[in-house]
């Protein structure tokens, strides 16, 4: 018995690549937290890009995607030069190649587990080998002439791959956090961006399973880029030419459309190593041997014991230690929850256009309160309410107070008597920078009757004052403090925009992430105003 188990587990234990890539998904993904809360990572880590494609907006993701960074550089590329981007690419490609595709990478992995489903498989041929120049056809319209041209042309950003394509930003992101309780309300949001990339990623993960590795051969942008570093990466695949005899069978066994091993087709897995009967075929990191017939040594337990502690320390950090995972949720209801505001989350930070409506519904018909007097300075007595405090419709908003880019202090409680307007951007949303003139018009209309504020959080790149000084927007501007408390008191996870309207009480009568028009703008101004 014992020797039938010995040998069932010697035919299916996972292989030290398989290690590995389990290892770096969970690495990427390290704020488990997300997953429980259903909102997504928000803290200094973000700011670093992760070597791997894997979504910013995976509620467990702990960095940024690569690509996704690369389209929101050029997308602001008429403000400032991506060298970071830039920089942090090339350094991965120098180092790693596509041996991050092999080993590293947590989609690379689900296409790996999808096509281990018994079903007849498509062999690799000539018209795969074409079918591989996709990829770059895809790197050159959508992630580098859509995002540099609009970013150019028309001052917003717009990741195109990420928005239109991307499988990742489906599965890990917007599902990722439609499949948690707490953000039910987020499938009202959803509209045909999100079905045509739901149908796209059903399709790619179909292709995945009866071809291998189908979205990194003929799909991936990432991987088209580090492909170009394949004859220069540290650590990769290598050949000793005197004792290899020309067979072939390295090629013919690799499920990539390579034409020879280390070439752009190549994710460096080793698999061909394990093949070559001559011994020629190693995989190495600069001189020293990791795989291959020259090997010396096995400090396999001491790096996975080393490897072991820096998961623990950073399940630890992301989880527990890091200041956003200890920040006190403020914006937790006293009164039965609607769960109106758990919306998905993001590129950095930026909005999840698919999962958020293309047009938000009119709350109400009626004409705005256009006659209403404007006060010179608004009073606060008799107004006071007895609703509970919290973020859902008919509770009191918690009160907070920023300072604004003018110098002055925006505090929610003097506001009392006026109604309240907040909207949340971001420098890299498209949304939220095509409707921030609706919120000047109506500031401009309306006068000290309005209190209008429109914040962007804490984790930046671009500098938001500029941009907003540059429009000559007139409403009070702010950025929220480090600990994004007024993002907490408001339930937002990470998308944007949000606003947010207050009746004269105080109270919330809207609160909903999603594009708004001057028309729902106006109506909600009068439902406040008159409440």
């Not at 942090?88 to 790693?96: D, S, T």
């Amino acid at each position: 018995m014992d020797n039938v188990k010995t040998s069932w587990w010697q035919a299916h234990k996972p292989t030290t690549r398989r290690l590995v890539q389990l290892y770096s998904a969970l690495l990427h993904n390290a704020h488990v937290k997300g997953f429980i809360d259903g909102k997504i990572y928000q803290g200094g880590a973000k700011y670093a890009c992760a070597p791997g494609f894997n979504c910013y907006s995976c509620p467990g993701a702990v960095g940024a995607c690569p690509l996704g960074s690369i389209q929101n550089a050029l997308g602001s590329a008429g403000h400032r030069a991506g060298w970071y981007v830039l920089g942090i690419i090339l350094l991965y490609g120098v180092i790693l190649g596509r041996t991050v595709c092999g080993w590293l990478c947590p989609l690379g992995l689900i296409q790996e587990l999808l096509h281990k489903i018994p079903t007849p498989k498509i062999r690799k041929s000539p018209v795969t080998r074409a079918l591989s120049w996709l990829k770059y056809v895809l790197l050159i319209v959508f992630v580098v002439a859509i995002p540099l041209t609009y970013g150019l042309r028309y001052d917003l950003p717009l990741p195109a791959f990420c928005k239109y394509i991307c499988p990742a930003g489906t599965s890990e992101g917007a599902m990722g956090l439609l499949v948690n309780p707490a953000n039910a309300e987020m499938f009202s949001m959803l509209g045909i961006l999100f079905t045509r990339k739901f149908a796209i990623m059903l399709g790619i993960a179909l292709a995945c399973v009866f071809c291998f590795r189908a979205f990194c051969r003929f799909i991936c942008p990432l991987g088209a880029i580090y492909g170009l570093f394949n004859r220069f990466n540290v650590i990769g695949v290598r050949v000793d030419a005197a004792r290899c005899n020309g067979c072939g069978a390295c090629v013919r066994g690799c499920g990539m459309d390579v034409r020879r091993v280390g070439d752009r087709e190549c994710i460096q897995c080793g698999k061909c190593a394990d093949g070559c009967h001559q011994g020629a075929i190693s995989v190495k990191a600069g001189g020293r041997t990791l795989k291959g017939p020259d090997e010396r040594g096995n400090p396999g337990r001491v790096i996975w014991a080393a490897a072991l502690m820096v998961l623990c320390l950073a399940l630890l950090w992301f989880n527990v230690l890091d200041p956003s995972a200890k920040k006190p949720n403020r914006a937790t209801p006293t009164a039965e929850p609607a769960a109106t505001v758990e919306p998905a989350a993001t590129e950095e930070p930026a909005a999840t256009e698919e999962l958020v409506a293309t047009e938000e519904p009119v709350a109400k018909e009626e004409p705005a309160a256009t006659e209403e007097p404007a006060a010179t300075e608004a009073p606060t007595a008799g107004w006071d309410s007895d609703a509970p405090v919290g973020r859902e419709v008919g509770q009191q908003l918690d009160d907070f107070t920023l300072p604004c880019y003018d110098g002055s202090d925006f505090h929610l409680a003097e506001q009392r008597g006026r109604v309240v307007f907040i909207n949340l951007w971001a420098t890299s949303c498209t949304p939220c920078k095509q409707e921030l003139p609706y919120f000047n018009d109506l500031y401009k209309e309306y006068g000290d009757d309005v209190a209008m504020l429109v914040v962007h959080p804490s984790l930046v790149i671009d500098d938001p004052e500029e941009y907003l000084s540059d429009k000559g927007y007139e409403m009070p501007c702010a950025t929220d403090d480090d600990d994004d408390t007024l993002i907490d008191i408001v339930g937002n996870t990470g998308t944007y925009p949000q606003t947010i309207v207050l009746n004269r009480r105080g109270e919330v009568v809207y609160n909903k992430v999603g594009s708004v028009t001057p028309e729902l703008l106006h109506a909600l101004y009068g439902e406040a105003a008159g409440a």
